[in-house]
């Protein structure tokens, strides 16, 4: 696949990509900084840089709305100035999202404007709420998943609303590190064959 749409989350083994009550000022909810701990090898050498590096080489990215306000609007910028498009719910008027972020309402709209940025590169997906529509729609290509060793107990879970169908999965690469484990799959589209 050219430029897939690649979900990248830190998650820990119970579910969740956040700890409980994640809000401004405490965005990563409490003690879900532990999942990022993995980033402090991010200029290694090692797996932990390498998918690091392979992250940062997409161009274009997906974010959920309410991951999107959490992280500061992201000042209009994710890496390298690539476009952000922002899955929401709804724009309010004059509401005009900073530097190369854009808001889009529609699910597969949104992924045919990524895919257009990207070229023949990747598409980053962050947020949740981002994953599971885009599941739901059929326009996830591949999860990189960086499961760490924790069990949070609580907090903001990646693969809640799915709706009532199951997802396929094929395993492609499984890479481990100190603290993560960070697991490539590829999805299956909907009726596709296993």
Request: with cysteine; charged share 30%; aromatic share 4%.
């Amino acid at each position: 696949m050219n430029n897939p749409i690649r979900l990248h989350m830190s998650m820990s083994l119970d579910g969740c990509i956040a700890g409980p009550d994640d809000r401004p000022g405490q965005e990563l909810g409490h003690d879900g900084g532990r999942l990022f701990n993995w980033l402090d090898d991010r200029e290694s050498d090692g797996p932990s840089g390498q998918v690091y590096r392979e992250a940062l080489a997409t161009d274009a990215v997906i974010s959920g709305r309410r991951t999107f306000e959490l992280a500061g609007r992201r000042q209009g910028d994710h890496h390298d100035g690539v476009p952000i498009f922002v899955l929401t719910h709804q724009v309010d008027d004059g509401d005009v999202p900073p530097g190369h972020a854009r808001f889009v309402t529609d699910v597969e709209d949104c992924a045919r404007q990524a895919r257009a940025a990207a070229g023949d590169r990747p598409v980053m997906v962050h947020g949740a709420g981002a994953a599971q529509a885009l599941l739901r729609a059929g326009q996830v290509d591949e999860m990189e998943i960086h499961l760490v060793p924790v069990l949070l107990g609580d907090g903001r879970a990646l693969f809640d609303h799915l709706g009532g169908d199951h997802i396929e999965l094929d395993l492609v690469r499984r890479l481990e590190d100190r603290d993560v484990t960070h697991l490539r799959y590829r999805v299956h589209r909907p009726k596709e064959a296993v």
